[in-house]
């Protein structure tokens, strides 16, 4: 790799984690939903969510995965206590918060990220690049939130499962 390639990915993965951290709230409130409807005894499904976002190249393979869980899993469409009046299950709001499809979603970030990096929506490699970080962005929202899914299910004071059987 030549010193302006490393110097372009150095720019790239820079953005990215810049992005991702501004993202956090979001990513550890997803986690938070996903403790909640989940608890302690679906751990696989969120490793397998996380063990697709790290092994893919297309964006899609975690799109399709997430909407497998959806239609297979009772639970993955069950809102968060918040969002019960939304009717918004933690599957589908996953998913449209990384496709960008709801208001506060990787849509301003990924646009924020091809504006520093001067990246266009217009040649087929401006396009590919484009899908390239969007997938590096949503590795890293999906590493947050599963983070913050283990931690909550796996701290007695921090479960939501567990502050339900205490009410």
Known sequence: MSNTAQSNEMKVIREV????????????????????VLGNRHR??????????D???????????IKRQTARQPHWRQPSPEEKNSGIGFGERLKNYLEGK????????????YHHLNIGNNTDED???RKRIHLLLIRQ???????????????????????????
């Open 55 to 65: 092994s893919t190249f297309k964006t899609s393979d975690v799109f399709d995965y």
């Open 17 to 36: 984690s810049i992005q991702a951290e501004n993202c956090y709230k979001a990513a550890t409130a997803l986690g938070d939903h996903a403790a909640h």
């Open 102 to 113: 709801l208001k506060e979603s990787l849509k301003e970030p990924l646009q924020i990220i």
């Open 127 to 129: 396009q590919q690049e």
């Open 141 to 167: 929202i999906i590493h947050h939130m599963v983070i913050q899914y283990e931690y909550r299910v796996s701290t007695p004071q921090n479960n939501p499962t567990n502050k339900k059987r205490e009410s």
């Open 44 to 53: 696989a499904q969120m490793t397998g969510l996380e063990n697709v976002a």
